[in-house]
């Protein structure tokens, strides 16, 4: 399974993938490639590491999404690595449906929190705010819609009453780093099935 990571910042669950991946866990599965949106980002650093490649693509003047001149730029630089599984890890743009139609909508999101709840930006901190007892991340498929797709595996975080929001991130991000490479190894081995 020839997997394309996107992403816009740290890159930390990039790094858990490639990681995974090096140690020989993500059996039948290769990152082929990794296109951020920011050109000085992390992920785009962590990925030389690994030797995969690693480009910046323009996404245009406009803020959230990938604007629509340049979204055929992006559509051949992904295809031209032949992708089985897109995988946004940190990518702060929404696909248009015309992108996600060129790749099947074999596109996969992570989202730091137990969606239904908490969708959008700044997830752990609403979470954090509303004083929930238990939060998490979610994997899910990408459709039209923001952090609307179908679900496809989540981890649960406790928050304890003691916990500061700056524990409650660390707590979701490591449960993240988790999540994301079980999801693509079950993909790849087949225990979890890609949409009809
Ligand atoms: C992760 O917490 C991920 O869940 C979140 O961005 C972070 C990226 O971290 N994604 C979203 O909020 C998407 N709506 P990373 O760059 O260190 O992997």
């Not at 050109?39 to 999404?65: F, M, R, T």
């Not at 099947?104 to 992570?110: R, S």
């Not at 916990?163 to 991000?173: A, G, M, N, P, S």
């Not at 790849?188 to 009809?196: D, P, R, Y």
Request: with cysteine.
């Amino acid at each position: 399974m020839r997997i394309v990571i996107l992403g816009s910042g740290t890159g930390s669950n990039a790094e858990a993938i490639l990681k995974s991946s090096a140690e020989g866990q993500l059996d039948g599965t290769e990152v082929v490639g990794v296109f951020s949106d920011v050109e000085d980002s992390n992920i785009l650093k962590h990925s030389k590491v690994y030797n995969v490649p690693a480009i910046y693509l323009d996404p245009g003047s406009q803020n959230s999404i990938i604007t629509q001149e340049l979204e055929e730029n992006w559509i051949q630089e992904i295809k031209s690595l032949n992708p089985d599984l897109i995988v946004l890890a940190g990518f702060m743009r929404i696909l248009s449906k015309k992108i996600l139609l060129e790749f099947n909508y074999k596109v996969i999101n992570l989202h730091p929190s137990l969606l239904p709840s908490f969708p959008g930006l700044h997830s752990i901190e609403k979470a954090f705010n509303k004083k929930v007892k238990i939060t998490g991340c979610t994997v899910h498929w990408v459709n039209e819609e923001i952090d609307e797709g179908e679900i496809i595996a989540q981890v649960p975080v406790r928050i304890m009453n003691s916990d500061d929001l700056e524990l409650v991130k660390q707590k979701v991000h490591a449960a993240e780093h988790m999540l994301l490479p079980w999801v693509i190894r079950d993909l790849a081995n087949g225990t979890i099935s890609f949409l009809k």
